[in-house]
């Protein structure tokens, strides 16, 4: 069965950083595109990153700030987030998908894990 489970989210103060990690079983993750979403209290669902075999995109609102990666022997994709800001409080997912847009978001997307939350404040 394919599934997705986020971890390392957490209170963390502006201009700090975290590192989410999303683990994959029942599935090898560099067969995929993955991505990362958010979603914000009273806010839709956004795409932040995504990774393919060909390409890595990020969201405007993260650019330069944000590091998408994946390590295959430990089936897992990782978001480093840098210089947090207050608006990037949310609830943070990891996707599969059938493609990685230049916007970061991506089409098609199936499976998603629990979600865990990333809150920045002082």
């Known amino acids: 069965q394919l599934q997705l489970v986020e971890s390392g989210g957490g209170l963390v103060q502006p201009g700090g950083s975290l590192r989410l990690s999303c683990a994959a079983s029942?599935?090898?993750?560099?067969?995929?595109?993955i991505g990362w979403f958010r979603q914000a209290p009273g806010k839709g669902r956004e795409g932040v990153s995504c990774i393919s075999s060909r390409s890595t995109n990020y969201a405007a609102s993260v650019k330069g700030r944000f590091t998408i990666s994946r390590d295959n022997a430990k089936n897992t994709v990782y978001l480093e987030m840098n210089s947090l800001k207050p608006e990037d409080t949310a609830v943070y997912y990891c996707a599969t998908g059938r493609y990685c847009y230049d916007s970061g978001s991506m089409f098609a997307v199936s499976s998603w894990g629990q979600g865990t939350q990333v809150t920045v404040s002082s």
């Open positions: 029942g599935f090898t993750l560099e067969d995929y595109t």
